[in-house]
């Protein structure tokens, strides 16, 4: 298909996600969340689903999902209601997920997501609702898999978020710029660890395609199995070629659910696509209406900290920090406050935004450190730029003096003290070495009297070498141009 084809049509996307919530137990029983346990240990007659159990909704799980829908601008309901989602596989031993149905925990907020040519895109969240997760079937790696499926039952009741978008997304690289930042929300206000390869989050992709400038949308696919930030774009790619490929061809896209596999780049038709009704939905007679009173809710937002895009807005505007580093800067909570507390210490936020971009995290990354184990703390590191921008030494010093940091835990004012590096910015101590090169060079100084004005990078890199690379640059370029005269 020739790219003008493809151009023709425009994707409309719509990501359902779900995130698990960091709590240290599960969302109706007190059995514990952790991953890795021998199979079917973390498990209870609640979240085994046995006749007469029954489930006690976890504090914390409504905490922190409220905390979740709040990062996502959402309004948060005063009362929602859980729902029994009826249906039948060997991983859900009650025989229907618990979730929540027409009156979800919240509704109507908005991801803001930066595009690759640095403006930026509103994407509408439709809902944000709770629910419990469904235990693992195993297909592989038993001696007799090809004839049984294995069933572990410890993930049972994990509490889960399930993030609905409008279809408001036009690009796999506007799929992607979407979850990268739920997922940085999430991990920002501790909701999740969204640890993709623990199953943490999880995403599946509505798609379909309608030529540009149609109002309707087209019949859309729901794909599956997107457990990566990278197979969700190229799924999304995929599926998007072969819908238009299909519409081209004459053919029409059917609604059905696909499974994407990533060892052929390809997505296969799973089952035609399940509707509401299929599920029989119904209120969950076991629980009671979720109410959260005004006095709680405010609670839950006051313990809500500093979210990435406030902080790129203070670091632009307070700090004068380019987009591009207050973006980078806001990629962990950690790495926000270790700019932040090393910006104030230096009086240089922008010096100090590029000694953490650049030989910090060059050093963390080679020693393979957490920013929570560097050695050279915020304040250290702000004490460092300081020296730099007060004229103390030199940039060039201070790469050199930053590894000693790291190696020692030393501050730079210990080190410089200690090492005689403090920058030379004594007038009379440079005009000294000067007049030794001036005398040393003679041809060089004619060179430069004759009109060959460029020779002075030389006699000016004879007294930094006769300096030690400590006399102040700057000071050494007019006071060598003073003295040729
Ligand atoms: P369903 O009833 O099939 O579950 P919903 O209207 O609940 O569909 O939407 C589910 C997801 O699909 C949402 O993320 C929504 O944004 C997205 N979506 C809805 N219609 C389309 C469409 N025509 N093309 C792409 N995505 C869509
Ligand atoms: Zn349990
Ligand atoms: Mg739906």
New binding site residues.
Partial sequence: MSPGTLDKYEP?????VHVQLATRTKIFCACPTGFGAPPNTNVCPVCLGLPGALPVLNRRVVEMAVQGALALNCQVRGESIFARKNYFYPDLPKGYQISQYDRPLAEHGHVDILLDDGGSKRIGV?RVHLEDDAGKSMHEGFRDSDRYTYVDLNRTGTPLIEI????DIRSSSEAYAYLTELKLLMQFCGVSTCDMEKGHLRCDA???VRLRGAEK????AEVKNLNSFRFLKQALDYEIVRQVELIESGGRVVQETRLYNPAVGETFSMRS?E??HDYRYFPEPDLLPLRIAPGWRAEIEAAMPELPPAKRARFISGFGLRPYDADVLTQTREMSEYFERAANASGDPRGAANWVMGDLAAALKADGKELADSPVSAEQLGELVALIAKGGISGKLAKEIFPKMWSTGESAAVIVEREGLRQISDTGAIEKIIAEVIAANPKQVDQYRGGKTAVIGFLVGQVMKASRGQANPQLVNDLMKKALG
Avoid: D, R, W, Y
């Fill in positions: 409309v996307i719509g990501l359902e439709t609905v978008s409008e279809p509505n798609v379909s949308f087209g019949t859309k696509k509707h509401a």
